[in-house]
């Protein structure tokens, strides 16, 4: 069955359902779901998570990586981030977010979104949105993380939004060198420059990365750049 638009475009249409009549947003979900022909949201994020780039992306990936997944806002980086840590407990393995943007309960209407839930999981998904949010806090708290771990981190430009944490290069550094020591899959929402021209190019890339603080993005082993479904590794 062929959505009438791409899924961010029926989740934001969702989103302001929910704001608009004052329902939950999971109920907003369903009835964009009805919509299109299914009985709920979780049955057609099933399909698209059949056919979601997110399962291919995880096969490439290889403990030590770091990954920079870039997208304007509401173009699906956090949401094929946190399918990339679904990925990961779907092979056992855990998945953990540090965020600076997002509560607790919007991290689980996130997830779904993508019809998952993290207490399905048996305890692999791991939560932090903590204001002290650094490369050394999250060092220090993946200190016991078993290789393979992915890590999600939200977002990139704010590791160093706080003057006493050190360089964002430097943090960036410190944690490539801890997730190749200990085995992790680090992956890190980005922001993109305003600057980006979607008429110019179907997708983002590597020179629309909006760096406010200078950053070597040849540190990062692996790309993924999304826009109006479009997907460029």
């Given at each position: 069955m062929k959505l009438s638009a791409p899924v961010h475009h029926l989740k934001r249409r969702a989103r302001r359902l929910s704001r608009?009549?004052?329902?939950?947003?999971?109920?907003?979900?369903?009835r964009v779901a009805a919509g299109e022909g299914f009985g709920a949201w979780s049955l057609l994020a099933a399909r698209r998570t059949a056919t979601s780039p997110a399962g291919g992306l995880f096969a490439r990936l290889a403990p030590g990586d770091l990954v920079l997944i870039g997208?304007?806002?509401?173009?699906?980086?956090t949401l094929m981030s946190l399918e990339l840590a679904v990925e990961a407990m779907k092979?056992?393995?855990?998945?953990v977010l540090f965020t600076l943007e997002y509560t607790a309960r919007d991290v689980i209407d996130r997830f779904r979104a993508i019809?998952?839930?993290?207490?399905?999981?048996?305890?692999l998904f791991?939560?932090?949105?903590s204001d002290a949010?650094?490369?050394d806090y999250i060092v220090g708290a993946l200190a016991t993380a078993p290789p393979g771990t992915l890590v999600v981190v939200?977002?990139?430009?704010?590791?160093?939004?706080r003057r006493e944490n050190p360089p964002l290069m430097a943090q960036i550094r410190t944690l490539k060198a801890f997730a190749a020591d200990r085995g992790l899959i680090l992956v890190f929402i980005s922001q993109i420059d305003r600057s980006y021209d979607p008429a110019k190019k179907p997708c983002p890339d590597i020179g629309d990365v909006r760096l406010p603080n200078p950053l070597d993005l040849s540190l990062f082993s692996k790309?993924?750049?999304?826009h109006a479904g479009q997907i460029r590794f």
């Amino acid at each position: 069955m062929k959505l009438s638009a791409p899924v961010h475009h029926l989740k934001r249409r969702a989103r302001r359902l929910s704001r608009e009549e004052r329902i939950p947003l999971h109920q907003a979900l369903d009835r964009v779901a009805a919509g299109e022909g299914f009985g709920a949201w979780s049955l057609l994020a099933a399909r698209r998570t059949a056919t979601s780039p997110a399962g291919g992306l995880f096969a490439r990936l290889a403990p030590g990586d770091l990954v920079l997944i870039g997208a304007r806002p509401g173009h699906g980086k956090t949401l094929m981030s946190l399918e990339l840590a679904v990925e990961a407990m779907k092979a056992g393995r855990r998945g953990v977010l540090f965020t600076l943007e997002y509560t607790a309960r919007d991290v689980i209407d996130r997830f779904r979104a993508i019809g998952a839930d993290p207490a399905h999981f048996g305890g692999l998904f791991d939560f932090d949105d903590s204001d002290a949010i650094s490369a050394d806090y999250i060092v220090g708290a993946l200190a016991t993380a078993p290789p393979g771990t992915l890590v999600v981190v939200d977002y990139l430009q704010l590791l160093d939004h706080r003057r006493e944490n050190p360089p964002l290069m430097a943090q960036i550094r410190t944690l490539k060198a801890f997730a190749a020591d200990r085995g992790l899959i680090l992956v890190f929402i980005s922001q993109i420059d305003r600057s980006y021209d979607p008429a110019k190019k179907p997708c983002p890339d590597i020179g629309d990365v909006r760096l406010p603080n200078p950053l070597d993005l040849s540190l990062f082993s692996k790309m993924c750049f999304l826009h109006a479904g479009q997907i460029r590794f």
